[in-house]
T-cell receptor, first 114, second 112 residues
Framework: DAGITQSPRHKVTETGTPVTLRCHQT?????MYWYRQDPGHGLRLIHY???????DKGEVSDGYSVSRSKTEDFLLTLESATSSQTSVYFC?????????????FGPGTRLTVL | KQEVTQIPAALSVPEGENLVLNCSFT??????LQWFRQDPGKGLTSLLL?????REQTSGRLNASLDKSSGRSTLYIAASQPGDSATYLC???????????FGKGTHLIIQP
């Protein structure tokens, strides 16, 4: 398995509080991604990174920000959590911009916003 | 905007049957197509990746085909086993650093 960890694995928080999720990789892969998975929607891309300090928005980026100050860490921040952000969040990594490269996924973080 | 559809949404079959899962996508300008497996409460595991120039890929009892011009892919599972029970996700990539666009998945149950 690719060396990807996510923390925390579970979190319950209240509406309006800030939340930061962490993705850590030991593979030294260049590309990192945050997705959310919701019933009826499948996985949707929130933000992605193509290098240290290089990030861009995905399909559902509103209400989220990211940072990548080191190759191994990609942080997802909810500045003021809302109930609509209750979801399972997955981090993924890939090595190259190649049609042969798959994405490897972390175990996920289950976030509940009350 | 790329849309990926998977049919059926759920499937239950007896052990030993061969089965086909379907995936369709609206924009044929894809970089690659991947099939993933997801077990309950777990992350995703890559099963097969087909480059846009390829027609099929095989791994053990799994065979995935791609018809880019018609926007379709199938995942064929031979001699199904209870351990194959999981949700199967189809995803297309459009190249560069962009992420994947996923279908909603097919929830597969193999009855012992």
């Amino acid at each position: 398995d690719a060396g990807i960890t996510q923390s925390p694995r579970h979190k319950v928080t209240e509406t309006g509080t800030p939340v930061t999720l962490r993705c850590h990789q030991t593979e030294n892969h260049r590309y990192m991604y945050w997705y959310r998975q919701d019933p009826g929607h499948g996985l949707r891309l929130i933000h992605y990174s193509y290098g240290v300090k290089d990030t861009d928005k995905g399909e559902v980026s509103d209400g989220y920000s990211v940072s990548r100050s080191k190759t191994e860490d990609f942080l997802l921040t909810l500045e003021s959590a809302t109930s609509s952000q209750t979801s399972v969040y997955f981090c993924a990594i890939s090595e190259r911009e190649s049609s042969t490269d798959t994405q490897y996924f972390g175990p996920g973080t289950r976030l509940t916003v009350l | 905007k790329q849309e990926v559809t998977q049919i059926p949404a759920a499937l239950s079959v007896p052990e030993g049957e061969n089965l086909v899962l379907n995936c369709s996508f609206t924009d044929s300008a894809i970089y690659n197509l991947q099939w993933f497996r997801q077990d309950p409460g777990k992350g995703l595991t890559s099963l097969l990746l087909i480059q846009s120039s390829q027609r099929e890929q095989t791994s053990g009892r799994l065979n995935a085909s791609l018809d880019k011009s018609s926007g379709r892919s199938t995942l064929y599972i031979a001699a199904s086993q209870p351990g194959d029970s999981a949700t199967y996700l189809c995803a297309v990539g459009r190249g560069g650093a962009d992420g994947l666009t996923f279908g909603k998945g097919t929830h597969l149950i193999i009855q012992p």
